[in-house]
């Protein structure tokens, strides 16, 4: 009996040591599977790309405990511009734009100042090379803070040009040519865009700058030539203009493409009256350096007359370009559209652990906030189990014209292309604002528009303000626009009194009514 008892006890231990066995067998087997999934990669992230996006991502990714790398190099400008660490808003963009438009806002406070009661004295002139040294002092502290915050969230940086060798294989190029392989299980395509060039424009590659030059150049550029109707082109006109130089914006077609219209035509109205030279469906056919360093510039108008004039600088804002071509993206199954950007969805290109993000993504939005939000997200998603996906839709944007122009939404064109001219309602006033008054400046562009549906409580669909600050107005009303703010409730909003934002909510006259929208009185 004793006999029989034991050899249970035995066949019940043997059974539970082959359940253990088979169980760690399994879980040897599961993490196997695992480690082959990874790939035994080098890194759970590789980010190509050091711009706000890349660096979004790689941090958020890092702050899961993964293994992340960011590899970031740039390519030298024709006239040889570098720049740190950042990506292009914070070293060619976004920070010192800024910057020189704020510049030139001073130059225009300094004169109002006079109606004020304050005594500046006659004469006043600016310094370039003083503009220049401290917005690029500030925007290698911004380089310096990147690199630190890399280093505190233990993401490895590489300054170095990544190129794919196959779909988990990326061979990094060092600054002193030596090269690195080093493997992924998830990589994110930063790269950005880089402005362009005509390449039918004989003398143009040799003879002007971009905006990848025009903030970091240690002499003033003088009289210059802005060739483009972009935002970049318009932006940069107006500081130029701003700080004392006469300066001329060539446009082809039209300017500010993809935003409102009637706003565009009140920023350029604005800019004119204030100095900035315009010839408009004009082309550049030809540059040439003259013996003493000017530039001489010919061009056709429409009709096709052939003019010139000497200028000290040329500066092209014609688009831009991904850079996606140098990647090795054809040792990879990454497809991407005719224009050089990644295809795909939510981020993901064709590759399932391939992304992209910021610039490059066909469909995207070319705007740092956006590129920011979306490496974020990425890195939750691929990481964090999370599942909230970038929306693409309804983000605000601020143009840093010298009249600023804010927009969230649907421009009136936009809004009539999707839902019919019948049933959109426009309200809008011309305002002045307040500091405005005591210098008598003219305010005949200090415009805003709210394109809503016509039927029920009217649904805001788009949301455009011209005049000072406008970037700060717009940013609180994109919140409610985003949560599908209604007219009836803007209207039932009470103002901030004296504010010019306030003019939004107490906006009552249609373009349907023909009645004149000019703000008077309180």
Known sequence: MKQFSCLIHCAKLNRFLAIGFQSRFKNTQKRSRSTLAQGNNDYDLAVIGGGSGGLACAKEAAAYNKKVVVLDYVEPSPIGTQWGLGGTCVNVGCIPKKLMHQASLLGEAIEDSRHYGWRVPPGIDHSWETMVEAVQNHVRSLNWGHRVQLKDKRVEYLNAKGTFVDEHTIKAVMKNGKERKLTAGNVVIATGMRPRYPTDVPGAFEHSITSDDIFSLTKSPGKTLVVGGSYVALECAGFLNGIGLPTTVMVRSICLRGFDQQIAGLVTDHMQAAGVGFLRECVPTRLSKNDDGTIKVIWKSSNR???????????????????????????????????????????????????????????????????????????????????????????????????EYGTVGLSEEGAIRIHGEDNIEVYH??????????????????????????????????????????????QGFAVAVKCGVTYIQLASTVGIHPTSAEDLVKINITKRSGLDPTVTGC
């Open 305 to 403: 007359e052939e003019m010139s004039e000497t200028f000290d600088t040329v500066l092209f804002a014609i688009g831009r370009d991904p850079q996606t071509s140098e990647l090795g993206l054809e040792n990879t199954g990454v497809i991407l559209h005719s224009n050089g950007k990644m295809q795909g969805k939510n981020e993901q290109s064709s590759v399932p652990h391939i992304y992209g993000i910021g610039d490059i993504l066909e469909g995207g939005m070319e705007l740092t906030p956006v590129a920011i939000k979306a490496g974020k997200l990425l890195a939750h998603r691929l990481f964090g189990e999370r599942s909230e996906v970038m929306n693409y839709e309804q983000v605000a944007t601020t143009v840093f014209t010298p009249l």
């Open 429 to 474: 006033s011309f305002y002045k604002p307040l500091e405005y008054t005591v210098p008598d400046r003219s305010s005949d562009q200090c415009y805003m528009k709210v394109v809503c549906l016509r039927e029920g409580d009217q649904k805001i669909l788009g949301l455009h303000v011209v005049g000072p600050h406008a970037g700060e107005i717009t």
